[in-house]
């Protein structure tokens, strides 16, 4: 295992092991069994492009040539912000076969996450479109490569480095496979270690639970770095049925829809905003979307009034989906009653996921109680990447992950979540820490104290508010944003209104009383 890493004990990695959950599959080498298996049957539909499995399987190859060719070696950390193109997924594979270990970084990110990523997980280059969305990577990454040290390659996703194949040792399936990143509960995201083993039993066993098969099509419409799209089950999901992934530039309606008529699409899976734009267009598009069997809707919470639209919308069926890049996953399922899949999560999706819901002692709490929730599992983590402290307090002394998440369970054994334990907001499924963005805005010369809170939205459940106490003129939104962008945050972290306030309501220990102050600015209007 990779040093920094905290591995499963040995007794649960054979118990894993015994009962067929862990394979001792790399992630490499289960793509050359793809290949094998369905030969010219398209595996990847970028734009224009159909990548069949024998060639993404020998597009690999020639990647992982062409990184050892440029000194990459086993070990090897590599930072990875791309957009949806099919490069993404042939440059993973050919790092799973090399032994590097991808460092996943959404588009969204900037100079302070990025500089972030390549300093806690040790990276030795990145790897960036030459433009994407009007913006130019190529000057962010090196920008990071001149204040970080170890940062030796700077790769351009249209200009891999290419070799004639090579002869690789296989990498250990129980060692680091790829770095998902965390929600940020803390003020920027930490590394998740997610294994060859874990993470081929995650997407086997999702795409079992939702029967695929050769003939699915799964749309890829989320950025492919988060875990729902990416193996949930995702495209490593299609690929393990021998479907094939279709990726989606833009989560806007007529674009995908355009997609879904032309790719006889079969699944796909997208987050509450991205749902209430969808449900808004499908009424004035004249596209043939019959195909769709099923839209997974997770890493938000959905209301029950939106989720009882879709299936009449989209004449498909509805899965609710909770997960963590962590790990734990709960899906509903295709059998469960109509009240079950509109207002709840669904159960886990394995039988060897261990739960507990927990009150603040660290109690159970009963059936129908909310409380903590508490998981260990064959693919839910032991231990964030180089985080000891971290970890001390994230993780019982038995080995269970401390979520954060609030949950109760129904006596039929599904689960609801009702919100987070921790200081973040949920803005669409974008996991912003008030803390981090709190820090920023006091950086503003007017600005003397500041406090970010949630206020509700129908759309995206949740924005961002900053609440300041002023030090003479009080800024103005428009200024306030601008200030985090020259700071390097990521535009989905900037608070969406601004109130200006004397006084913080404060706890009986001095601490700012959050929830009064967010329950204030709730029941006020406007915003400035």
């Not at 791309?82 to 050919?94: D, G, I, K, R, T």
């Not at 991808?102 to 433009?131: D, T």
């Not at 535009?491 to 967010?518: C, H, I, M, N, Q």
Request: with cysteine; aromatic share 8%; glycine share 8%.
């Amino acid at each position: 295992m990779l040093q920094g890493c905290v591995p499963w004990p040995d007794q649960d990695a054979a118990r894993f092991t015994d009962a067929g959950y862990w394979r001792g599959e790399t992630l490499g080498a289960l793509l050359r069994d793809w290949a094998a298996r369905h030969g010219d049957r398209t595996a990847l539909v970028c734009g224009d492009r159909r990548i069949s499995y024998q060639r993404l399987d020998a597009w690999a190859d020639r990647l992982a040539a062409g990184l050892r060719a440029q000194g990459i070696r086993s070990g090897d950390r590599i930072v990875v912000q791309l957009p949806n193109v099919a490069e993404f997924v042939a440059l993973c594979f050919a790092m799973f076969r090399l032994g590097a270990l991808p460092v996943f970084a959404l588009p969204a990110y900037r100079a302070n996450e990025i500089r972030h990523l390549c300093e806690l997980s040790g990276a030795i280059g990145i790897v960036v479109p030459r433009e994407h969305a009007d913006y130019d990577y190529v000057a962010l990454a090196k920008e990071i490569a001149g204040v970080v040290p170890a940062i030796e390659h700077v790769f351009v996703a249209d200009s891999l480095p290419e070799a004639d194949p090579v002869a690789l040792p296989e990498p250990d399936p129980r060692d680091v496979a790829f770095f998902l990143l965390s929600g940020g509960t803390t003020a920027l995201p930490k590394l998740i270690p997610r294994t060859h083993d874990d993470y081929a039993y995650q997407t086997r066993i999702t795409a079992e639970i939702n029967e695929l098969g050769p003939d699915s099509v799964y749309l890829t419409v989320l950025p492919i770095e988060f875990n729902f799209p990416w193996g949930c089950p995702g495209i490593i999901g299609v690929f393990q049925a021998g479907g094939t992934a279709v990726m989606a530039l833009t989560p806007e309606p007529e674009p995908c829809f355009e997609l879904i008529e032309r790719e006889r699409v079969t699944i796909t899976s997208v987050v509450p905003t991205i749902t209430h734009l969808w449900l808004e267009a499908v009424p004035h598009s004249n596209r043939d979307m019959s195909s769709l069997e099923i839209i997974q809707i997770g890493s938000a919470k959905l209301h029950p009034e939106v989720a009882a639209r879709v299936q009449p919308a989209f004449g498909c069926r509805l899965q609710q989906v909770f997960g963590m890049a962590e790990g734990l996953l709960t899906f509903t399922r295709a059998d469960d009653p109509e009240d079950v899949v509109l207002t709840t999560q669904g159960r886990p999706v394995s039988p060897a996921d261990e739960i507990r819901v927990v009150d603040e002692s660290g109690n159970d709490v009963p059936v129908g109680v909310a409380g903590e929730l508490l998981t260990r599992g064959p693919y839910t983590l032991r231990g964030y990447y180089n985080a000891p402290e971290h970890n001390a307090k994230a993780f019982t002394s038995d080995g269970f992950y401390r979520s954060g998440d609030l949950v109760r369970f129904t006596e039929s054994g599904h689960m609801v979540v009702e919100g987070r334990v921790k200081d973040v907001i949920n803005r669409g499924g974008d996991k912003i820490s008030a803390t981090e963005v709190e820090a920023h805005l006091t950086a503003h010369p007017n600005v003397a104290q500041a406090a970010v809170v949630a206020v509700p939205d129908l759309v995206l459940g949740e924005k961002t508010c900053a609440v300041i106490i002023p030090d003479g003129a009080a800024p103005k939104l428009p200024q306030l944003r601008k200030l985090l962008r020259e700071r390097g945050l990521a535009d989905y972290k900037l608070p969406d209104r601004v109130e200006v306030v004397e006084s913080f309501p404060l706890t009986g220990l001095g601490k700012v009383d959050k929830k009064s102050l967010a329950a204030t600015i709730a029941g006020g209007s406007g915003g400035r």
